[in-house]
Structures are given as structure tokens and as C-alpha cells.
């Protein structure tokens, strides 16, 4: 599956933001999906998870409340909306995907397939 995320930009705290991260090659319902965050020296994180299905997600505790997966599987599309958005939410963001076992899948190196990452700057 090849993944193509979007969506990123420059905001002020406090504003909103939604990633779109668009998948084609497979049948995208094969596949749960990430998305994870990576700022500049620091190691690539977990922000949220969603299953085939959209029925369970899972967030870190960072964003929780904050942040929305969610999934169309008739578009093939993943998106994460971003309210409320932290200077700390700065960086590169990562779409993912992993085979599914029906299980969500919080770790990175679970995830086989990447998108190649949109850029997220919130200023103060």
C-alpha cells in the first residue's frame, strides 16, 4: 500500500488543523492506521491509532481530547483532526500502516508502511 499524507501548515496556538493521508495499491481495509509525530532531535512518536473498522482508536495521552482519527474506507483516506493545537504539537507528521490483526498497534516498528510526512508548525 503506498500512503500520501497532506494537510500540514503554519497556525497559531489555538488553532485547527486536518491531515488527510490518502491510500492506494491495496484494500485499505486490510490495514489499521497510525499517526505519528516527529520534531527536530527528538524521536518519532505515537499519536494515534485507529483499527480496520473506525470502531476503536486509541491516542497519546498528549493529544487525547484534542485530537480525532478517523477513517473512510470508501475514500481509502485517514484523516486527524487537530484542535486546539500546542507550540509542542511542532512536527513532522506521519501516516502509517500495519496488516491488520484487529488489534490497534501503538508502536512504530509494527508499522510497515509510510507516508513520507507533512510538516505541522504551530507558533505562539
Known amino acids: 500500500v503506498q500512503l500520501q499524507a497532506s494537510g500540514g501548515g503554519l497556525v497559531q496556538a489555538g488553532g485547527s488543523l486536518r491531515l488527510s493521508c490518502a491510500a492506494s495499491?491495496?484494500?485499505?481495509?486490510?490495514?489499521?492506521m497510525g499517526w505519528f509525530r516527529q520534531a527536530p532531535g527528538k524521536e518519532r512518536d505515537f499519536v494515534a491509532a485507529i483499527n480496520w473498522s473506525g470502531g476503536t482508536t486509541s491516542y497519546a495521552d498528549s493529544v487525547k481530547g484534542r485530537f480525532t482519527i478517523s477513517r473512510d474506507n470508501a475514500k481509502n483516506t485517514m484523516y486527524l483532526q487537530m484542535n486546539s493545537l500546542k507550540p509542542e504539537d511542532t512536527a513532522v507528521y506521519y501516516c502509517?500502516?500495519?496488516?491488520?490483526?484487529?488489534?490497534?498497534?501503538?508502536?512504530?516498528?509494527?508499522?510497515?508502511?509510510w507516508g513520507q510526512g507533512t510538516q505541522v508548525t504551530v507558533s505562539s
Open positions: 502509517a500502516a500495519v496488516v491488520t490483526t484487529g488489534a490497534i498497534e501503538l508502536e512504530a516498528n509494527k508499522y510497515g508502511y
Open positions: 495499491g491495496r484494500t485499505f481495509s486490510w490495514y489499521g
